[in-house]
C-alpha cells in the first residue's frame, strides 16, 4: 500500500500541486536524527560498518536498524519506531558525521524545490527550527554537538533556520540540568538558539523533575515546546503539570482531555501537528479522526509539521498535501483553508532573537 503522503501528492490536480510548491511554509517540528534523508544514511551506514565503533557497539543491531530504514519497512507503533532511533544515532556519533547530517538536513529542507528519487515531489520551507537532544559520545561533549549543529546551521542558513534545543524524557536531573543550561549559554552568546524542546519515549520519565527546567527557559526568554499527550498512556495529571510551565507551542497533544484543551484554546498554545507521524504510530488510527479537525474548527493556531522524514517517509508537501487532497484520502480542505494554516505555522514561529 502507498505510504499516506504519497497518495494524498498523487490525488492533487496539477495546479493543486503547484499552489502547494508556491505556498510560504515553515516546518517548526522536525528531529534532526529523524530527519536525515536516506541517500546520506546510507553513506553514513557504510561508513560506521568499517569504523572502529562498528567493533565496540551492538553493531549487528545498527545495521538491521539501518536496514529496516534503508528498506521503507512500515513501523507497528510507537514502540517499534523508538527502537530504530539508537541506530541511526550511532551513525551521528563524531563531529564529521553530525556536521553532514545537520547539512543534509538542512538541504532537504531548504533547498529549491527538486524531484528527488526517494521522496518523490520535494518543497522547501521558507524557514525551519529545527530540533536536537545534544548527546555525550566518546567523540564529542553535549557542548561540541550542539556546537557542531549550530555552526552548520549559521554557516548555511543565517537566517532560514534556529535550532531548537530538545531534553529528552530519559534524562536525568543532572543531565537535564546540564542541557538547559547550555540552551541559556549558547543564546547568550548569541547562537541561534530559539528554544527548548521536551521530547522522547513517552511512557519514560516522571516530568514533575522537568518543570522548573522550562520555567526557567521561559524566564531567560527561550521559546517552549512540549511533546504532551502524545499517547494514551500519558496521564492527566502529567499534561496538567507540563502546562503550567506555560509553554509557547506543543507537540501533538493528541490525548488532552477536555480540561487541558480548554486551557491551551484559552492560551492560543500552538499545537504542532505531525499527521503521517501520529498514523504511523497509531496513536491515530484514521485521518478523519485526527485531533486537527478540532483545532481547525475553531481556527485554532497549528503548525504543520513532518517530525521524523526518516522512517515516516514523508515530507513537508506530503504533509499539506493530507490538508489539500480530497477526502477520504486527504481532509479536503480548500485552498484557501490550507494557505490561512500555512500562515498560521509562519506566526508560530519562536521569536526571541537577541537584540
Ligand atoms: C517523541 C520523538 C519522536 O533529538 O537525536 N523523537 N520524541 N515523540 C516522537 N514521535 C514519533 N520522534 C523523535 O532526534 C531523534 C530523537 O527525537 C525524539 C526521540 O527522543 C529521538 O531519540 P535527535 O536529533
Known amino acids: 500500500m502507498d505510504a499516506v503522503p504519497d497518495a494524498a501528492i498523487r490525488a492533487l490536480t496539477p495546479s493543486q500541486l ?53 528498506a521503507g519497512e512500515a513501523f507497528t507503533d510507537i514502540d517499534d519506531i523508538f527502537s530504530v532511533f539508537p541506530a ?10 553530525l556536521k553532514r547530517a545537520t547539512g543534509a538536513v538542512l538541504s532537504h529542507f531548504l533547498d529549491p524545490p527538486t524531484s528527488d528519487s526517494t521522496y518523490g515531489s520535494v518543497a522547501s520551507v521558507a524557514y525551519i527550527e529545527l530540533r536536537t537532544t545534544p548527546r555525550a559520545t566518546p567523540h564529542m561533549s553535549r557542548r561540541v554537538y550542539l556546537e557542531t549543529v549550530l555552526d552548520e546551521i549559521e554557516a548555511r542558513a543565517p537566517d532560514a533556520a534556529a535550532l531548537i534545543v530538545s531534553l529528552d524524557r530519559r534524562m536525568t536531573p543532572d543531565v537535564a540540568q546540564e542541557v538547559l543550561a547550555l540552551a541559556v549559554q549558547l543564546r547568550r ?9 521536551l521530547c522522547g519515549d513517552p511512557r519514560a520519565g516522571d516530568m514533575t523533575a522537568f518543570v522548573g ?36 507551542r506543543l507537540g501533538h497533544a493528541t490525548y488532552l482531555d477536555e480540561e487541558a484543551r480548554e486551557v491551551v ?35 485554532h493556531p497549528i503548525a504543520i509539521s513532518t517530525d521524523d522524514i526518516l522512517p515516516f517517509r514523508t515530507s513537508i508537501l506530503g504533509e499539506y498535501a493530507l490538508l489539500l487532497a480530497p477526502k477520504p484520502v486527504g481532509l479536503g480542505l480548500t485552498e484557501s483553508e490550507v494557505e490561512a494554516v500555512a500562515r ?8 526571541n532573537t537577541l537584540s
Not at 228 to 235: F, Q
Not at 269 to 276: G, H, K, N, W
Not at 344 to 351: D, L, N, Y
Request: hydrophobic share 35%; glycine share 6%.
Open 265 to 299: 484554546l484559552a492560551r492560543r498554545t500552538c499545537i504542532e501537528i505531525c499527521l503521517t507521524s501520529n498514523l504511523s504510530c497509531k496513536t491515530v488510527q484514521q485521518l478523519q479522526d485526527h485531533h486537527i479537525r478540532h483545532y481547525l474548527a475553531r481556527n
Open 189 to 197: 552568546e548569541g547562537r541561534r538558539v530559539v528554544g527548548v524542546d
Open 18 to 70: 503547484a499552489f502547494l510548491e508556491h505556498l510560504p511554509k515553515v516546518e517548526l517540528h522536525a528531529h534532526l536524527n529523524g530527519s536525515i534523508p536516506l541517500p546520506l544514511l546510507r553513506d553514513l551506514a557504510r561508513e560506521y560498518a568499517s569504523s572502529p565503533d562498528a567493533a565496540t557497539t551492538t553493531s549487528d543491531d545498527i545495521l538491521a536498524g539501518v536496514q529496516r530504514l534503508q
Open 88 to 97: 541511526i544515532h550511532a551513525l551521528t556519533s563524531t563531529p564529521a558525521s
Open 213 to 248: 527546567l522550562f520555567r526557567t527557559a521561559r524566564a531567560e526568554g527561550l521559546g517552549v515546546t512540549l511533546h504532551i499527550a502524545e499517547t494514551s498512556g500519558n496521564s492527566t495529571a502529567e499534561s496538567k503539570e507540563l502546562l503550567s510551565c506555560e509553554p509557547e
Open 344 to 351: 498560521m505555522g509562519m506566526e508560530s514561529r519562536f521569536r
